[in-house]
């Protein structure tokens, strides 16, 4: 599941658009729906601030019998409890009724965690600089990784019996991939069996980032170690590029997190397809971006 939005990412975009950014710069931006952007705007108008509202509507609680639209309200809430969902629905209606409707379209509440060791200083300094930046400047740079184990782990039977599938437990095989989010669009991919590591990021960097780049522009990474070598540096910094480098424990202020969730759940869906694990991985990044055929 993705990372819940942060109090200091809500506290963030409302800076942004307070500097005289529009809603939707913010939400290409931030990767954020403008609805739930214009719900973070109407609560700091009514209350200051963008900690969510404690308590929830009294008296009468209407029915909801818009279930489709309720679910696509779900998937835009996924980390609020029933509580706050009842607080941000359209209509007035009670937890009570949110749970009852949770229930009828089939979903659970799952846990969400936040990393302890994060420092809200740093990452409320980095919002702050990053809110000045044209949106056109930013490019989000991230890798992520899926090993050939995955598979779709629930499938239809009949009620009362088992549904079996097949998963295979050996030889695994972990597909790296590295890309970038420039306005909404994924960029400069690369995709590759393996951990990454120095030598294949610098490489990367040398041979498929720094020709998507342009003067003026801003890459967003993780502070991790070969990130930060002098070689990556130069190299970007050679195109009239620059770094902007995120807070430690912050994946969720990168909004290409998302993307990449998306994308492996799309290769789970899609490995029964494809003989090779590695062909249904490059398949799926392929329709999102322009890696050759």
């Known amino acids: 599941m993705p990372s819940p ?14 500097s005289g950014k529009r809603i939707i710069e913010a939400s290409q931006v931030f990767n954020i729906s403008r609805k ?20 929830y509507q009294k008296g009468h609680s209407h029915k909801i019998t818009d279930m489709e ?7 835009s809430n996924k980390d609020k409890s029933s509580r706050e969902l009842a607080i941000l629905y359209p209509s007035k209606v009670s937890a009570r009724t949110i749970i009852n409707m949770i229930r ?34 930013l490019v989000f740079l991230d890798e992520s990784g899926i090993e050939d184990n995955a598979c779709r782990e629930h499938g239809w039977s009949p009620k009362g019996e088992r549904c079996y ?32 590591n120095k030598a294949i990021f610098e490489t990367y960097v040398k041979d498929i980032l720094i020709k998507e780049l342009r003067a003026g522009q801003v890459v967003v990474m993780d502070n ?28 969720d202020l990168n909004p290409i ?29 392929q ?3 322009t890696l050759p055929a």
């Open 257 to 285: 997190e998302h993307y990449w969730f998306k994308i492996k759940h799309q290769i789970r869906k899609d490995t029964s397809n494809f003989t090779y694990f590695f062909d249904a991985a490059y398949h799926v990044l």
């Open 104 to 137: 009828k379209v089939g979903y659970s509440y799952k846990k969400t965690f936040l990393h302890p060791k994060r420092n809200h200083k740093l990452r409320n300094e980095f919002i702050e600089k990053i809110t000045t930046i044209d949106k056109d400047k």
């Open 224 to 251: 991790i170690n070969f990130h930060k070598n002098s070689k990556v540096k130069e190299l970007i910094e050679s195109v009239g590029a620059s770094i902007l480098f995120l807070p430690t424990y912050s994946p």
């Open 287 to 289: 329709k999102v971006t």
């Open 36 to 55: 739930v952007i214009y719900d973070w705007k109407k609560l700091k108008k009514e209350t200051g601030d963008v900690q969510l509202k404690t308590g």
């Open 5 to 18: 939005y942060s109090y200091d990412l809500r506290k963030g975009v409302i800076q942004y658009i307070e």
């Open 165 to 196: 599938g097949e998963k295979v437990y050996q030889h695994k095989h972990r597909i790296s991939m590295i890309a970038g989010l420039f306005n909404s669009n994924i960029v400069a991919p690369l995709i590759f069996e393996g951990n990454c």
């Open 69 to 75: 639209g309720f679910k696509k309200f779900l998937e």
